[in-house]
């Protein structure tokens, strides 16, 4: 028989998905399951975006541009000149999802065999970008005592050699939910002029910053603009993450020049979601102020009760809709798994995603955590009251 290429070997398996099967099992044994394992908002798509859905009318579905349609360009420059990113239609190339934006990025600006920087815990499909693009991820550790602030410029450089070609941050972070500050990007720019590196930014996250607090995105530092590379996405915005529409921003030309050409062999971006993403764009800002109202009544909900267990720690987020939490636990992937299979209070039980998928660092987040406050506040605590219970009962419990 044939054997299967040796990156297809290599290509992990999502973290956040490997569980699906043990709550599948679940539900067919008549449990509820509350799902705090993936960022699937429950929020409403916005009237706009779905009535442009609705209401198409053409007679050919044909092919679009690769770089995407200049109409829906020009309305994402008008979305990114309001925060002040200072762009033009030309600067962005529309991919298929934010993941497409992050591939094509690597592909374009590293060579095979070359490191990319990432503090971790990070989104793990990044080792799958990685892994399709022969890249090298070099992961930095972030702790959770410090709510996982941007570790120290000293250790970012301990780890740069002759190959490392970028860094790669998400904010607001998907796992942590820690906000960047303009101290931490502006640390981060002075290193990517030192040593010539792009600073790729994840920043699905955009819309979701709590307490007021001030987002800040590599866009608006003076002096970086060949170096940066923004990846985004409508998925978490708008609550479209079906719609598999994101793009790629950067002023530097030859980075738009050749992520063309990427995006030239696979031909083109949909049609329909160009449309939809067009009138997405005109979302009233009340959409988004009712969206933050809630998600941070769900994390002030979520964490309060969490640092109400006996022996959890769970910091609070300044953005995006995660949290990750320290048990007292031997195991979190045995832990996750066995509440699935084998607990449950009064029928139902909890779906979450271990840490240790989130860390390229063998042995990192054995006892960590990752919940998506993509629920509401009722079935939250309802959540919380199955973990609660859950954390006496497991036979891997450590002293608090």
Same mark, same amino acid.
């Given at each position: ?281 005109? =979302? $009233?800002? *009340?959409?988004?102020? !009712? /969206?933050?109202?809630? #998600?941070? %009544?769900?994390?002030?909900? +979520?964490? @309060? ?55 390229? =660092? $063998?042995? *990192?987040?054995?006892? !960590? /955590?990752?919940?998506? #406050?993509? %629920?509401?506040?009722?079935? +939250?605590? @309802? ?18």
């Amino acid at each position: 028989m044939p054997k299967i290429s040796e990156k297809g070997v290599l290509m992990p398996a999502s973290p956040i998905r490997k569980l699906t099967p043990y709550a599948d099992k679940a539900k067919q044994e008549g449990k509820k399951v509350y799902h705090l394992n993936i960022g699937q908002p429950d929020i409403a798509t916005p009237e706009g975006m779905l009535n442009a859905v609705k209401n198409i009318d053409f007679d050919v579905w044909a092919y679009t541009p690769s770089e995407g349609t200049l109409s829906y360009r020009t309305k994402l420059a008008e979305y990114y000149n309001k925060l002040g990113y200072g762009i033009t239609p030309a600067d962005i190339l529309v991919t298929i999802g934010g993941s497409e934006a992050i591939t094509i990025a690597m592909q374009t600006c590293v060579n095979e065999g070359d490191e990319i920087i990432i503090p971790e815990p990070f989104y793990a499909n990044y080792n799958g970008f990685a892994c399709m693009s022969n890249v090298v991820v070099k992961p930095i550790l972030s702790y959770i005592e410090n709510g996982f602030a941007l570790p120290a410029i000293a250790e970012f450089e301990k780890l740069i050699t002759g190959k490392t070609k970028a860094i790669i941050i998400c904010n607001p972070n998907n796992p942590t939910g820690y906000l960047y500050s303009r101290e931490e990007l502006e640390a981060l720019k002075d290193l990517c002029l030192k040593y010539d590196l792009f600073l790729f930014s994840d920043e699905a996250y955009r819309e979701f910053c709590y307490d007021g607090k001030e987002f800040i995105s590599p866009m608006h530092l003076d002096g970086l603009a060949e170096n940066v590379v923004i990846m985004d996405t409508v998925s978490k915005r708008y609550s479209a993450c079906g719609a598999r529409l994101g793009c790629l921003i950067t002023k530097n030309k030859e980075v738009i020049q050749s992520g063309l050409k990427f995006a030239q062999a696979r031909l083109s971006p949909g049609m329909v979601e160009q449309i939809a993403g067009t009138a997405a764009v005109d =979302t $009233p800002d *009340s959409y988004f102020d !009712e /969206v933050n109202k809630e #998600y941070t %009544l769900r994390r002030d909900t +979520l964490v @309060k009760r969490l640092n109400n267990i006996e022996g959890v720690f769970c910091p609070n987020p300044g953005g995006a809709f995660y949290v990750v939490a320290k048990f007292p636990i031997d195991d979190s992937d045995k832990f996750c798994q066995w509440m699935l299979e084998s607990f449950d209070n009064n029928g139902e039980t909890v779906m979450m995603a271990p840490a240790t998928g989130f860390y390229s =660092t $063998p042995g *990192s987040g054995k006892t !960590e /955590v990752r919940m998506a #406050y993509v %629920l509401n506040t009722e079935d +939250l605590n @309802k959540a919380m009251d199955c973990l609660d219970i859950a954390l006496q009962q497991y036979p891997g419990r450590t002293m608090a």
